[in-house]
């Protein structure tokens, strides 16, 4: 017996970055959007915990502990006493170390896969607890749709949300969060940088489905961090605007370039700009939001 689970990536709408807590993390208020961008994770049982990859960047993927996949697993068994015995298999989609929470999404997908094969029916309040323990953008992977995020993100409420085309720009190589968040850090030194407060203008907008009004209240205060350490990255958002993309935006920490459009004739004409512009990897179109984590198959 195995249990598949399908998993969304995220696109920040918003991210307000406050300066840095005690504890290192920054505060945020933010609005994830989960994007019809898929890995799936396979659990099946095993003599010893191990974790296989499949996937165009399946060689960049870690298939030791620090996978937050086989981190889910280890947490969810440890909580309920057995062993880990599980051996997992992540079918991967999600760019690597892109800003689209495809380590978190998997995360996400194993626990609840795990869960389900384990048959241990853990409240979903528990579930979320141990997904903020393996990560800041965890609990989202595991919720889906549209969410307001504060604390360090995995402080959750839905809020409501028309549907949304997207172009995504996959860059050549990742960018390390911690390493983004200290480029703010550097870039903000000296500086008062307010608390972080979600955008009404933001929210309403999610809310109306209208891409000419979402266009202009996306933001992302983690860009600038973003394109210090990746000048390039301007080019490409270069590219995307001048085939009509409606905004363009670093998704989450990036090095993911994130395009709205009005629709999927839009999506397709900005991704073949994009493809043809020589300045970023691949592209993939999507649209949200999307459920979060779901069984696919027990
Ligand atoms: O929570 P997660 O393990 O995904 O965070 C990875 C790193 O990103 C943290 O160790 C921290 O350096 C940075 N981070 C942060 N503030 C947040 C979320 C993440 O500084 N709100």
């Known amino acids: ?10 696109v920040n709408v918003q991210l307000g970055v406050g300066a840095a807590r005690p504890d290192g993390f920054h505060p945020l208020a933010t609005v994830f959007l989960a994007v019809s961008l898929f890995d799936e994770v396979t659990a099946t049982p095993a003599a ?14 870690p298939l030791d502990r620090s996978n937050l996949a086989a981190r889910a697993a280890e947490a969810l068994a440890a909580r309920a006493g057995i062993e880990p015995a599980v051996h997992l298999h992540i079918a991967k989609n999600i760019p690597v170390a892109g800003g689209m929470a495809g380590g978190s999404a ?3 997908a194993a626990l609840l896969a795990c869960d389900t094969l384990w048959g241990l029916d853990t409240p979903r309040t528990e579930l979320l607890a141990i997904c903020a323990e393996l990560g800041s953008d965890v609990p989202f992977s595991l919720l889906g749709g549209a969410a307001l995020g504060t604390g360090r993100g995995e402080l959750l409420t839905p809020v409501d949300a028309g549907s949304f085309h997207w ?3 996959v860059a050549d190589g990742g960018l390390s969060t911690p390493a983004v968040f200290r480029e703010f850090d550097r870039l903000t030194a000296g500086a008062s940088v307010p608390e972080p407060e979600p955008s009404p203008e933001l929210l309403a907008a999610l809310a109306s489905g209208d891409p000419d009004r979402l266009a202009p209240a996306l933001s992302n205060g983690l860009q600038a961090a973003s394109l210090s350490l990746r000048p390039r990255l301007a080019d490409t958002f ?9 905004a ?9 370039t994130a395009f709205l459009v009005r629709d999927e004739e839009g999506a397709a004409k900005v991704a073949a700009a994009l493809e043809a512009s020589g300045t970023c990897r691949t592209t993939r179109t999507a649209s949200g939001p999307v459920p979060g984590a779901t069984v696919l198959s027990a």
Do not use: I, N, W
């Open 1 to 10: 017996m195995s249990v598949t689970v399908r998993v969304p990536a995220k």
């Open 48 to 61: 010893e915990p191990t974790v296989t990859c499949e996937g165009p960047d399946a060689d960049q993927v």
């Open 248 to 256: 363009a935006l670093v998704s989450g920490s990036g090095p993911t």
């Open 238 to 246: 270069a590219a995307g605007l001048g085939a009509g993309a409606l």
């Open 167 to 169: 172009v995504f720009a």
């Open 106 to 108: 998997d995360g996400a």
